[in-house]
């Protein structure tokens, strides 16, 4: 076995090590995990326009075989993995010391940027980071190496990034747009030769291909549902969204220290930031590594470029991340807003902190590389390898031990599974949808501790008509659903207009009343003349539609 083969065997093992100690605990006992922002069932939504339907089409095909509160941890365990491996492969640009490698991996995957988006439930942000992150060095060897297939993989990357989290489309434009500002020399050369503009076509029907599905779908179905809702996002929703922070000068620190995301607000997780024996500490050890890396990039002539494009794209991240907080900013997001096909869907700007995140990984292995240079003995290199590690997991010390408690393996109620065989049952071809509430779209339920979107479409076979409202700051349901509204006129007018619910495709069969947030508020459903009581459970009551009484 070669020496490469070994330090690839340990990268792995230790890599596994981490990720077990992220994730492993929740492998110990059965349950789904519950977030903010994702939540899993057996039954998986198959959404044609979502980028998430290849992958929940192989979720819904495993989980025959595989329980699907077991690949949802698989899936956060590889996202952990997949973090890792991006911070590797940025470190090996620099370094092939295998404790430069693992650090810069460590790194990749323990930031508050990863740690605020994962425990609010945004899994396809993290994942379009990692993705990102291997397309930059996918970039970077093409550069380095001008071997011209390498061009292709970006398109492997691009469309990745895109599928899980459609907001990176315009990190990949901003990245094309910087580098080729950058590397104009590099560039000049390379559009010249025809093998740089078939590779380059080959990467963008790479990327097509990979998002042809849900591409195909919006442009068959002429783009309905995500029409309606780009067309009704409105500037509040830049103003509801915006980073964290009192000031311009706190989110621009947050946003330096890869924070200010809007939800930690929310206070729907342990806000790292508020913890002040722990916030900052571990930035004041790396940044100054970070720093000397960007330096050393900048006096090295031949990663000079690569340096200034990573600055620069650190810059604009930032500058893009503040959105409408500052007068600048605001100025241009609006612009973007107004002028740009599609960047309304980037209302929540504290994406673009991403690249910070980016910039920073880029330049640490560089840093650390020049700082093992100058360890005197491997006992001076083991205590700076502890001494850098513990300040990288403190900036995300929550994130260890299954999230630190914030998260558990909950099992649905009994009274679900009941519920979902009744509906079944009546409903053998699921021709009839089910109407859940309350009416909410995020929401407590007595069987777990977390607010969390809706689960029933998730866990029902039929299905389910529940809320999209998002009732936060000012904004109440900018979902832009017609069939969300004519339920809102239902539930306003407490059922006095029936025929609303024969209206909807496909029309209404069972009613579900969760004995959870304001349920006793729908206490009329019951009083309906149309409406029969045919279960009442725990957690649960189920109500059947007889149309014939309407």
Known sequence: MNVRAIKQRYLIIANTIVVLLVVGIFFLKPGYLFFTDYVVGPHVTLDPTSGWFLFNAVFSLLSHVIPAALIEKFLLAATAYLLLFSGNRIAGLFSTKKAVVFLSGLFALFNPFVYERIMYGQIGVVLGLAFFMLDIVAFVRFLEERQYPKLVTLGLFWGLAVLFSN??????????????????????EAVGKKR????ILAAVGICILINGTWLGATIVTKGNAKESLLSSITRQDLVSFQMSGNTVAQSVALGAMMSGFWGKDQHRFIDTTQVKTLWGRGFIIVFPIIGVGALLLLREKKRRRLAIFMMLLFAFGLFFALGVKSAASGAVTLWLFSHIPFYVGMRETGKWIGCVVLAYAMFLPAGLDWLYDRCSGKMVEYAVSLVVACAIIVQAPYLLFGFAG????????????SVDRIISQGNPKCDASTLFLPWHMYMSFSWM?????NPANQFFSCPVLQGANIEWDGIYDNSGNPTSLA???????????????LGQAPSIGYIIVAKDADWNEYSWVGTLPHVHLVFDGPTLRLYRLDKNSL
């Open 449 to 453: 501790r977390e607010v969390v979107q």
């Open 196 to 199: 740089f503009w078939k590779n």
């Open 406 to 417: 914030q998260v558990h393996p909950v099992p649905y109620p009994n009274d679900w599974k």
């Open 167 to 188: 907001q990176f489309l315009f990190f990949i434009v901003l990245a094309g747009v910087v580098s080729a500002f950058c590397f104009f020399p590099a560039w000049k």
């Open 487 to 501: 339920v809102e006129q239902w539930i306003v007018s407490k059922g006095l207009a029936p025929q609303v619910l």
